[in-house]
């Protein structure tokens, strides 16, 4: 009994340094951010970037410029000459993020308007953040109703993670899980799927969506059912020198391939037999990768993976 009792207590105890140490309010990044997005469609997959660059003046405001594109798997940096400048960001003293749409990319988005797509300073149960207006019907609903709100470790520092009874997510300083313009980004009606994948600041990664592990295409481009169903289960991780993998069925002719955080493949072992692979470290510097296992031109399973140094 005593020990369930320690147990617990040392878990309130982590949930209260969590949540305390959300005090510290994060604002939206200013320059140089990156949303890497993936839309589902049946058998159509979609990757777009959302790149934050340089500033400009709107009706006496600072904005930041915001550029679009649709990802291609060989390029993955972004910059304003590959992509196109759709819009910009403003965040006010109140912890209110409006966006001002620049080209018709946006459907019924009016580029005379100014649409507020977050607002951080609602944090209770029951509260309402209202988007919908008469003259302003770009919105993909009306509003939000805050369910609760936690908090998630991001960089060694936690922030507010927002849950909504209407089924969205907001992480403090980053915006939406579903996409960065979630607001005003139609809400899937089908059985289709819009998910950030990660997002980077000063090209460094800040958040990786656990349920894709992965940023760009380079690392599959649909997670099929049997993906998921599939297990590999690596030991130890983190790992300095080497570290082995084990799979729940025996392989033939698997390729295993090795994807830094900017989705540049590392290292790549091919004709992959049995259920344990041994991975060696080589040269690789210490940092977050990305393991993606395939089999007969299918990806069999995915899985993150960290080296440290000693």
Partial sequence: MKRYLL?????????????GQTSVYHPLPGLDALWSEISIYGSATTRLQYGMFGDTIINSYTYHKIYQ????????????????LVGALREDS?????????NSSFGSCSTDSVYKIY????????DTIQFFSASMGCYAREYLTIDYVDSILINGTYRKLF???????????????????????????????????????????????????????????????????????????????LTTL???????GAILTVYNSNGQQVKKTEHISGNK???????????LYFLLLTKDNKIFSSERLIIADK
Avoid at 94 to 102: E, N, Q, T
Avoid at 119 to 126: I, N, V
Wanted: contains cysteine; glycine residues 6%.
């Fill in 119 to 126: 607002d951080f300073s609602k944090e209770t149960p029951g």
């Fill in 69 to 84: 594109r649709t990802i291609i798997c060989w390029d993955t940096t972004m910059t304003t000459g590959n992509s196109d």
């Fill in 246 to 252: 084990n799979t729940n069925e025996n392989l033939t």
């Fill in 94 to 102: 109140l912890k209110r993020v409006y966006f001002h749409p620049l």
């Fill in 277 to 287: 692979i041994t991975l060696h470290r080589d040269n690789l510097p210490s940092g």
């Fill in 163 to 241: 849950h909504f009874i209407e089924g969205e997510t907001w992480i403090e300083g980053i915006g939406s899980t579903r996409s960065l313009l979630s607001a005003i980004t139609a809400i899937p009606t089908c059985s289709c799927t819009n998910a950030l994948l990660c997002h980077k600041e000063n090209d460094t990664l800040v958040y990786i969506n656990p349920t894709y592990n992965f940023c760009y295409c380079s690392l599959g481009v649909n997670i099929h059912n049997e993906e998921k169903q599939n297990k590999i289960k690596v030991s130890p991780n983190p790992f300095s020198v």
């Fill in 7 to 19: 147990i617990l207590l040392i878990t309130l105890s982590t949930m209260k340094v969590g949540l």
